[in-house]
């Protein structure tokens, strides 16, 4: 299970161990917190007080100090498994769902017509499919797109990620993703 950590201002940073977040409280960097208590870590007892300490970490955490230059970023990385993710793991042509290893990332124009390696200019395929469109547009070969390509806001990344999410940050994750979002199908 992995705390979702924010920066003080609430945006989506990374996806930190447990470890991590523990770290992060007994250096006072925590400015706030959201959800429930995921975990509890037990110390070593204090000598003069006879206490044990104890860290509760909870879901989700917003870290103090400066915001990262990369948490302004335009895009996330474009990978396969957040394509397909995106994707629902459906190719675009024929609308059919297939295992992430029956799937392709397919450029609409292809790279070696100008197409750029970008979420806008790429989709899911099937095998099939791709091998059918190869080296052409896609109506040149008579094919349409069932959907269509967009750039994921930076919640929908975290989602896209492909973690093990509890509840209490999928609702906070998906309060900011835009309603037109295939993550609310």
Known sequence: MDVLQL???GRPQAWVTV???AI????DAIAWTLGEACHVMRGGVQRATGLQSRIEVHSIIAVRGAVPSRAWRSSPALTNPKLFARDRFVCAYCGARFAADDLTREHIIPVSRGGADSWMNCITA?????????NRLPEEVH???LYL???PSLHEDMILRGRRILADQMEFLLASVPRNSRLHD
């Open 19 to 21: 470890k991590e977040a």
């Open 143 to 145: 094919m349409s797109l």
């Open 24 to 27: 992060l409280y007994a250096s």
């Open 7 to 9: 920066d003080v201002s």
């Open 126 to 134: 099937c095998r099939g499919c791709n091998g059918r469109k190869g």
């Open 149 to 151: 390509p967009y750039v």
